[in-house]
């Protein structure tokens, strides 16, 4: 039995870092401010090729400012102004639906698997 519980558990687990990964997608938009000053993160690309994710992105001036995720390198989100003629391009996130299904449906097939084993018993493991 203690074989299974770790084996159900890795399979949760698994299922839920797919569905969290494979649910969203970035799609460009419009440098203009009105198409993303709502957002709560956005993910910006400068001239240099840098890339940033911004939180709560808003317009100052002729600059962009908001908090910079943080990451392993730069723990604590810290304050970052961009100005705006050194931005390529800048892109959200959104739910990707045909992801979100695909990830559902293989998330239950090792669910369905398991339930099965638990209802009709599985030889060896001390189920039945």
């Known amino acids: 039995m203690k074989g299974f519980t770790k084996s ?5 687990a698994m299922a ?3 569905f969290s990964i494979s649910c969203t997608k970035h799609i ?7 198409t993303w000053e709502n957002e709560r993160l956005i993910y910006v690309t400068v001239l240099s090729g840098e890339k940033y994710q911004i939180k709560k992105p808003k317009i100052e001036g002729e600059h ?4 910079m995720s943080a990451n392993i390198a730069l723990p604590g989100d810290k304050e970052i102004k961009i100005a705006l003629k050194d ?4 892109e ?5 639906t045909t992801k979100t299904v695909i990830a ?3 998330a239950a097939i090792p669910v369905v698997v398991i339930l099965l084993l638990i209802i ?3 030889p060896g493991a001390g189920l039945q």
């Not at 159900?8 to 949760?12: P, V």
């Not at 931005?87 to 800048?90: E, N, R």
């Open 8 to 12: 159900f558990s890795f399979t949760i």
């Open 16 to 18: 839920v870092l797919q």
């Open 28 to 34: 460009p938009v419009e440098k203009n401010p009105r």
């Open 64 to 67: 962009m400012i908001g908090r």
């Open 87 to 90: 931005i390529k391009h800048i």
């Open 92 to 96: 959200v996130e959104r739910t990707d």
């Open 104 to 106: 559902l449906a293989l």
């Open 120 to 122: 009709y018993g599985a």
